[in-house]
């Protein structure tokens, strides 16, 4: 032990000299740059391994939090840009999805046309909702905002049945309130009421900048907040809605008409596409009939007022320079902290990520992703899982009934990586550089959302993604028991091809463990491997389980993210509970990689095992706004990057002996207290 002390003391003189010198690791993987050797590792990990990243990626004005998975974001948005720039080089016949995405892009970028036309594209909608006269028209008016892509109210979509995974089925959840979580119209600490006021002034902006006079203006933002925050008072608080039992009701349509009687169902279903619809499941029931509430007891005025903020707000992001710089200035500035917008470029491109995803994708696998990447990737997960199934083999507190189901859990993960076998028809989509900006929207999202009705009552397609391949992110899905790895995060500082394996598991391994242990986290676990809502738990292990997961909420509940406020365990708890499995199984999956052969030589004065909590580091590099932080605390239910690291690191083992933590360290926690579930 006393060796490893001095050993890493040598290793810090070491790094100091290649951080003064400007040079870079020998090996590709770990930049030494990115340090900061004047933090003992165990009292910051996070400042020791990342400290060095961030004073070299001081945060622009655009950003109100800015680390690795926004580095390669850049990237991504970079390149897809140059594949639209490739595209418009030569203009696509007409119907052809390189007139499409050239055309829509256009739209987007032509700011003078934008700013001459003003508010003039969304006028012929608001002229709708104001030429409505009576209450019993509203039900008609909600089912082709819907289709329009605007959801006032509550939200909807069609996708597969929690109780029986193989069938989609139509789902109704709360909805209805645009500050962006409901505690903001709740709470009355400072924070919050400068966000209401805030957020009265961009609704008053945005009102006027469409014809209403100041007076006019301030009564409409008036009705809004009173009937946001009545849909507010009533909606399910964030942790209560990741509990997919207290989330499941699956009533008939008729009991769906006594809940929220005011709204004509057996209408207003077939006009959005729905037809003979018997069944559906309604997320939370007391927001739904508090709906019913809202349209029977509010004026017909205030609801009218209500729907016009709806399509107002949405559509302000595809108007003219005022409108846009309006909503920067409440969602952007307010809610987060930024300082400026982002370019007009890197806004058109993720509309275009977000109209034609996979048709942009297609484009951007065929340039950007060999097919040696995919082949490694295959490799690693295949580990990640032979070490998954060993943890839970060797687990002393589940019995072996639950081990069994888990192994079968594991062993049927459909796992996707890259980018769709097929991909999706845009054929029937038009884009007409004739028509506004926000016309071509509109009829997207009409597009998007027939693709979506066209699967009801139907089987699920499982070889659906949920993600572009462009898209820097990774998801596990328990309806239908998949783990899914887009192309574009599968590069440095998460996926480096010629990096060693220390590094890839710490990074992309940990990543990959992630999405796996998502299948046994507090919420995946009550899923089985078909997909279906269903304990196969024994009582007993379920509640050591639930024992098990109260350290951890205990632990980030603990956290002080800012001030006086405190990180909020049980909200991020299965995304808490996922990094500390990642990190244990790809451990496990590095260790087995190791077997028979001999132990690798420390690069740039470091061991494998420092390597591989270095990489993982890595990955959550980052700085972040003052704003943001809050933000994200209360609406965001993974932690924030550096408790991702300085709340995970200290729950493993094999970090204190990687880096010889001590009870001196400030990070350290004795081992009777650590997290131990996967």
Not at 136 to 152: F, H, N, Y
Not at 253 to 272: M, Q
Request: net charge negative; charged share 25%; aromatic share 12%.
């Amino acid at each position: 032990m006393r060796q490893a002390i001095f050993y890493l003391t040598i290793v810090s003189t070491m790094i100091l000299s290649s951080c003064t010198d400007n040079k870079k690791s020998t090996v590709k993987g770990i930049d030494l740059a990115n340090l900061d050797t004047m933090v003992v590792p165990g009292n910051d990990f996070y400042q020791f391994a990342d400290g060095g990243w961030m004073l070299s990626h001081p945060l622009k004005p655009e950003y109100a939090r800015f680390g690795t998975f926004d580095a390669l974001r850049e990237q991504s948005q970079q390149q897809v840009k140059d594949l639209i720039a490739e595209i418009s080089q030569k203009p696509g016949e007409q119907g052809s999805v390189a007139q499409k995405i050239g055309d829509l892009y256009a739209l987007a970028m032509d700011s003078v046309r934008l700013n001459a036309d003003g508010s003039a594209p969304l006028l012929p909608y608001l002229e709708q909702l104001n030429a409505i006269s009576d209450k019993s028209q509203l039900t008609a008016v909600l089912a082709e905002m819907v289709r329009k892509g605007i959801s006032p109210f509550f939200s909807q979509w069609v996708y597969a049945d929690d109780m029986n995974s193989s069938i989609n089925i139509f789902h109704l959840n709360q909805g209805g309130y645009d500050m962006g979580d409901r505690d903001y119209y709740l709470e009355n600490d400072d924070r919050s009421k400068e966000i209401r006021t805030k957020y009265v002034e961009l609704i008053e902006k945005l009102f006027t900048l469409s014809g209403y006079t100041v007076e006019a203006a301030q009564k409409a933002s008036a009705a809004v907040l009173k009937i946001e925050t009545q849909l507010a008072q009533i909606a399910s608080p964030r942790e209560a809605l990741r509990d997919p039992v207290a989330n499941y009701h699956k009533i008939s349509i008729t009991e769906l008409v006594k809940l929220s009687p005011e709204i004509d169902w057996v209408t207003y279903f077939p006009a959005i596409g729905i037809q003979e619809l018997k069944e559906l499941n309604v997320g939370q029931l007391e927001p739904i009939a508090e709906v019913s509430k809202v349209l029977k007891t509010e004026s017909l005025e205030d609801i009218k007022q209500y729907l016009i903020w709806n399509a107002i707000n949405y559509a302000s992001g595809f108007l003219s320079d005022e409108y846009t710089a309006a909503s920067f200035e409440f969602y952007g500035k307010t809610l987060s902290g930024k300082e400026q917008q982002r370019e007009r470029w890197k806004r058109a491109v993720d509309v275009i990520d977000g109209t034609l995803g996979e048709a942009v994708g297609q484009l951007y696998v065929e340039k950007y992703f060999p097919a040696a990447a995919k082949e490694k990737m295959v490799g690693l997960v295949h580990n990640l899982q032979t070490a998954l199934g060993e943890r839970i083999n060797n687990l002393e507190w589940m019995g072996d009934t639950t081990k069994l189901k888990a192994q079968e859990k594991l062993a049927t993960f459909h796992i996707k990586i890259g980018y769709p076998d097929k991909w999706r028809d845009y054929s029937k989509l038009t884009v007409d550089k004739e028509k506004s900006y926000l016309e071509n929207i509109i009829r997207s999202n009409q597009f998007d959302y027939d693709y979506m009705a066209g699967k009801f009552n139907q089987p699920v397609d499982k070889d659906e993604w949920m993600m572009t391949p462009q898209t820097v992110n990774a998801y596990y899905n328990p309806a239908t028991n998949e783990i899914c790895f887009p192309a574009a995060i599968l590069q440095p500082p998460f996926f480096n091809f010629d990096a060693d394996d220390a590094v890839n598991y710490g990074a992309i391994g940990v990543v990959i463990g992630h999405e796996m242990t998502h299948g046994f986290d507090d919420q995946g676990r009550q899923f089985d491997k078909e997909g279906n809502l269903s304990d196969w738990w024994t009582a007993e292990d379920a509640e050591r389980f639930k024992k098990r997961a109260q350290v951890l909420i205990d632990c980030f509940d603990n956290i002080v993210v800012l001030d006086t406020v405190h990180a909020n365990g049980r909200y991020t708890l299965g995304e808490n509970i996922a990094d500390q499995g990642g990190l244990q199984v790809s451990w496990q999956a590095y260790q087995n990689t190791l077997k028979g052969k001999e132990v690798p030589a420390p690069v740039d004065g470091f061991t494998g095992a420092q390597r591989f909590f270095l990489g993982y580091a890595t990955v959550w590099a980052g700085n972040i706004r003052d704003a943001e932080i809050l933000r994200l605390t209360k609406a965001d239910p993974h932690s924030l990057g550096k408790w991702r690291v300085n709340g995970a690191l200290p729950q493993i083992d094999a970090w204190y002996d990687a880096f010889n933590v001590t009870p001196e360290n400030t990070m350290y926690v004795p081992k009777e207290k650590r997290v131990a579930i996967w």
